[in-house]
């Protein structure tokens, strides 16, 4: 049973670098045909999707948030990251990691985090 | 970028209730449609994919319908642990995956 478990701090002061870290269990990160996402929901809202990473490393960013996002992979450590820059306020929100396998062209999330709460506040 | 339209935002329902979520979308996505069940502090679940497809394990009362821009997700009969709130989202786009703005199920 694939699992993943979202990791970081959970305050981040503005202006600054949000970094959070997805592990996965279960099953590699590097084997299959797959898709590794990050999705976040502000409190009270809905849920965004932020981007995602092939196991090759290429990556594909929402356009709202591409200019302050970085995902990378750490195929070593079963692990992907996040990386958001120049947070505000407007960044606090429960970040999740999820998995889309596209074996069949179909793109939905099957394997979810629990998520990790980040507040931006200094 | 395609939009996700749930309603209602809020649905107050009874165990035993026949509960229906609708999901409209911007532009046709074939059925290129999933739901989701979020609940607080637990890992979101896959209900719904394919529009129509029951992922496995999930109780057979759950069910989706639809094509193009109009979707719903039904429950035939609400169980105490469906009180959660539903979220659809497309994946026709490939370039941006979107979703609802999520539909609450609250006890009457």
């Known amino acids: 049973q694939v699992q993943l478990q979202e990791s970081g701090p959970g305050l981040v002061k503005p202006s600054q670098t949000l970094s959070l870290t997805c592990t996965v269990s279960?099953?590699?990160?590097?084997?299959?045909?797959?898709?590794w996402s990050w999705i976040r929901q502000p409190a009270g809202k809905g849920l965004e999707w932020i981007g995602r990473?092939?196991?090759?490393?290429?990556?594909d960013y929402n356009p709202s948030l591409k200019s302050r996002v970085t995902i990378s992979v750490d195929t070593s450590k079963n692990q992907f990251s996040l990386k958001l820059s120049s947070v505000t306020a407007a960044d606090t929100a429960v970040y999740y990691c999820?998995?889309?396998?596209?074996?069949?062209?179909?793109?939905?999330?099957?394997?979810w985090g629990q998520g990790t709460v980040v507040t931006v506040s200094s | 970028d395609i939009q996700m339209t749930q309603s209602p935002s809020t649905l107050s329902a009874s165990v035993g209730d026949k509960v229906t979520i609708t999901c409209r979308a911007s532009q046709s996505i074939s059925t290129y449609l999933a739901w989701y069940q979020l609940k607080p502090g637990k890992a979101p679940k896959l209900l719904i994919y394919k529009a129509s497809s029951l992922q496995s394990g999930v109780p057979s009362r759950f069910s989706g319908s639809g094509s193009g821009t109009e979707f719903t997700l039904t429950i035939s009969s609400l169980q105490p642990d469906d009180f959660a709130t539903y979220y659809c989202q497309q994946y026709n786009t490939f370039s941006e995956w979107t979703f609802g703005q999520g539909t609450k199920v609250e006890i009457k």
């Open positions: 990473i092939y196991t090759s490393g290429s990556t």
């Open positions: 279960g099953g590699s990160i590097s084997s299959g045909t797959y898709y």
């Open positions: 999820a998995r889309t396998d596209y074996g069949d062209y179909e793109y939905y999330f099957d394997y």
